[in-house]
């Protein structure tokens, strides 16, 4: 007989009494769920049925850790969709996502399993994750380049001819994912293959711009014929056969494939959402028609965009939600430029956005984070967006605000554009702190590097920027590129390690009007040897000469507005200033050709540490060992006061070796979050050769997989004085009538403690009642941080920091950084303290 859960019942129990007045409905998988029960004294099985009996001002719980396998529909106005439940349990997760079974050895190669299947196969998973269509090269095997003779239609390659098996045709059928041009990728159908060193291409998924270069990356897929690697799948039309070569550590008999066969989207118009899961949809996950909310939602696995906002979705909110593995777009927006406006999107987390290489779609504007193609008074703040493989941000109509996000390493998978690119007018973009921009050239053909921190695009004479207070730090490019700007105001911003001009001012196209533009209190910090992240890259002979970083990039002839109270921090050799190639030193040097630029900066050729406050509060910042002065040439003492998302740069003699990059008053290593599976480990410093002749890396472009993170292990001091005060806090709850809980790793299960007597704790199993009694000194890592992180609910900065160091010691970075935002920066330096090989 089936026992209900006892959490269920009391959920169950407050939502009955809840209901009674108002409208409200469970939903909860089966069997504890059935569509012929009222969605009151037993919830619906499907959100599909609840919503056929909901409306406006009614509500929809779902059951936290249920997965509902459903076909998408329209959530209507007024009603609002929440997750319900034990809150440490996952979200309830929606997907159109079918099991796959009846898998049977293919009698062609016994490694691959065949199954019938009379639908259509979009994308396909193996234990909740992404397999990869039946490719050559495989994942992780790097890329064919084009040579010469490559037009838009028809790839040329002597690569070609070196694959296995090479025969006309052979590829015939299947597609080209081809990074065509730096900035964008194409998918095109493959109409002829003389199997040794030309592909024709069909027009689908071909860009407009007619350009093609040689050495660009490309790889073809949806083949059976090159169904020979773990991870790999195949789906027959016309035969309506499934293949797949399982990846290596999956169980055929017990792995659980799921099969997306629908592109039907989720549809939300003036409703609420607030902690539902999205999860493996094959195009958009959910579409916004009318002013909506959506919260603490998880987007998950999605192959085109997770949010889609239409014509008339201005005013929405999006904020506290979760963006990972997205193959194009997290949000995607075009609502009425002339409509009421204000939608915000405030607080997300996007992680790898576009970063599996030639699936962000076909043509430019894609595999970015947000993209804002029209509105009005549209805020992005204070969202986290790591790894993308275009932009972070991309604004594409005037009026928006931009403000408090972080940006770290935007432009993974493509090059010309930047974290923040903007192409159009009266932007407000202020306090943006921008780390290790990429701009990708291991991909592409032979091109110069064009990865911006923050780009103001030159194709229109667009104009009245508020451009203050970012932090832009690494990028592959230039700091600030402003060409072709007018009338904006540039102050305050603090430019550091960008490896071409902290700021660069141009002109383009011959226009060279006076550009008006009013730049106060800029730190601009070039430095040599370089510190920012390094990658293999295929550029030009030509640029030889012009890879060199300056404080300001500019041009003689225009003048570009009034710029003063500017601050030079250099290396030995560097330049404070270039224009036309050439380079000026001391201040004052560059009067005759600029002289609207400051003549009187404060100039310092020092070592330089980068104090960056990612946090909400002002901060007092410091910096490791002695003798540093701030930027105005005082002693740093105890500290510098550092504004929420602001930063400052510190001096002292000497070199800056053994310094770290820069320091986060957060604790944050920005630079050890996960990174993206197919983004490249950084090289060693310096930039290869480049040569006419391409020449593959040594290494794979690509991995399957994200490199193995070593878990940190902390003093054995440390543990022994951190595990007591979890003892201890977990004493003063049980005193207070509280029960924590937590899934105990040894038996998997949620227990609660019902008492702790010395070094003892009691256990009790949820649901079956059972008492285990161990030692508390026993528990594991993660059974830490499950505790932690239950007593946290509390708000309490202290019990933040126990949930903080115990995640650390599980290896859970992205709850360890939600964790240290709220704790504090005292407790992220002592926490930082007990991890010292991690410093």
Not at 703 to 727: G, I, Y
Request: net charge neutral; proline share 7%; hydrophobic share 40%.
């Amino acid at each position: 007989m089936h026992r209900t859960h006892p959490l269920f019942r009391v959920w169950l129990t407050a939502l009955l009494i809840a209901s009674l007045g108002s409208a409200e409905y469970a939903v909860a998988p089966a069997p504890q769920g059935d569509d012929g029960g009222s969605g009151r004294d037993r919830p619906f099985a499907t959100l599909g049925k609840a919503l056929s009996r909901a409306s406006s001002g009614d509500t929809i719980l779902m059951a936290r850790g249920g997965v509902f396998r459903e076909t998408p529909g329209s959530v209507p106005a007024g009603v609002t969709i929440k997750a319900g439940g034990d809150a440490s349990r996952p979200p309830p997760m929606l997907t159109p996502a079918l099991p796959v079974t009846g898998w049977k050895p293919w009698d062609k190669n016994a490694k691959v399993l065949v199954t019938s299947l009379d639908r259509p196969v979009y994308d396909l998973y193996v234990d909740g994750r992404f397999m990869v269509l039946a490719r050559y090269p495989d994942l992780g095997k790097g890329w064919m380049r084009t040579a010469s003779g490559t037009s838009p239609e028809t790839i040329v390659s002597p690569d070609r001819a070196k694959a296995p098996k090479a025969a006309a045709n052979r590829w015939t059928g299947g597609q080209a994912r081809w990074r065509r041009w730096s900035w964008w990728w194409e998918t095109r159908p493959i109409t002829g293959d003389d199997g040794s060193g030309r592909l024709t291409l069909g027009a689908e998924g071909r860009f407009q711009d007619p350009f093609t270069g040689e050495g660009s990356g490309f790889y073809v897929d949806n083949l059976l014929s090159e169904l020979d690697a773990p991870g790999e799948w195949f789906y027959d039309a016309a035969a309506k056969n499934l293949y797949l070569m399982p990846p290596t550590d999956a169980d055929p008999k017990a792995m659980l494939v799921e099969a997306v066969t629908s592109k039907e989207s989720w549809k939300l118009s003036g409703g609420t959402l607030d902690g539902i899961g999205f999860a493996r949809f094959a195009d958009q996950a959910l579409q916004i028609g009318r002013p909506s909310t959506v919260m603490n939602c998880l987007f998950q696995d999605i192959s085109t965009d997770a949010i889609r906002g239409t014509f008339d979705a201005a005013g929405t909110k999006v904020t506290g939600c979760t963006f990972r593995d997205v193959r194009n777009i997290a949000i995607s927006w075009i609502e009425n430029a002339n409509g009421p406006g204000g939608t915000v999107f405030e607080g997300n987390r996007l992680e790898r956005i576009g970063m599996l290489f030639g699936y962000g779609g076909s043509g430019s504007w894609k595999a970015s984070g947000m993209v804002i193609f029209n509105g009005k008074e549209v805020t992005i703040r204070r969202n986290t967006i790591i790894d993308t493989g275009y932009a972070g941000v991309i604004l594409g109509s005037p009026g928006q605000v931009i403000e408090r996000n972080i940006f770290v390493r935007c432009m993974g998978s493509l090059n010309d554009g930047a974290a923040i690119y903007a192409n159009t007018s009266k932007l407000r973009i202020h306090e943006n702190i921008v780390l290790d921009t990429v701009g990708n050239l291991d991909t592409s053909h032979f091109w110069y590097p064009l990865g911006h921190g923050i780009w103001m695009e030159f194709l229109s004479q667009f104009r009245d920027h508020s451009i203050v207070g970012n932090t832009v730090f690494g990028s592959g490019g230039n700091g600030l590129y402003m060409p072709n700007n007018f009338n904006c105001t540039i102050s305050e911003n603090v430019m550091v390690g960008n490896r071409l001009g902290q700021i660069a001012l141009r002109s383009h196209d011959g226009i060279r009007t006076p550009q008006g533009h009013t730049m106060v209190g800029n730190v601009l910090v070039a430095q040599s040897p370089s510190r920012r992240l390094q990658f293999h890259q295929q550029i030009p002979g030509n640029w030889s000469g012009n890879d060199a970083p300056s404080g300001l990039a500019t041009e003689a002839g225009i003048d570009f507005g009034r710029m003063s109270d500017t601050v030079y921090i250099l290396s030995p050799g560097v330049a404070a200033m270039r224009a036309d190639k050439r380079s000026y030193t001391e201040p004052g040097s560059w009067k005759a050709e600029m002289p609207w630029a400051d003549q009187n900066p404060r100039q310092a050729r020092l070592a330089s540490l980068l104090l960056i406050n990612d946090t909400d509060t002002e901060q007092t910042m410091s910096a490791p060992g002695s003798g540093w002065l701030t930027s105005d040439g005082k002693a740093l003492g105890k500290g510098v006061l550092v504004k929420p998302f602001r930063s400052a740069v510190v001096v002292r003699p000497g070199s800056e070796a053994g310094l770290p990059p820069y320091l986060c008053a957060s604790g944050i290593d920005w630079r050890a979050e996960p990174r993206a599976a197919d983004q490249p480990e950084p090289k060693a410093k310096g930039r290869k050769p480049t040569a006419k002749v391409p020449v593959k890396p040594a290494v794979p472009e690509e991995t399957a997989k994200p490199p193995p993170v070593a878990t940190p292990k902390p003093l054995a001091a440390s543990w022994t004085t951190w595990v007591e005060r979890l003892r201890e806090r977990t004493g003063e709850a049980l005193k207070q009538g509280k029960r924590p809980g937590f899934v105990y790793a040894d038996l998997r299960q949620e227990v609660t403690i019902d008492a702790i007597d010395g070094e003892s704790v009691t256990l009790i199993t949820q649901g079956a009642g059972t008492i285990n009694v161990t030692l508390f000194t026993k528990l594991k890592p993660a059974d830490g941080y499950a505790l932690a992180k239950d007593l946290a609910r509390s708000g309490s900065p202290a019990d933040h920091a126990l949930a903080a160091f115990f995640a650390t010691c599980a290896g859970l970075t992205q709850a360890r950084d939600e964790h240290l935002r709220q704790a504090g920066p005292s407790s992220a330096a002592e926490i930082a303290a007990s991890f010292p090989a991690v410093q």
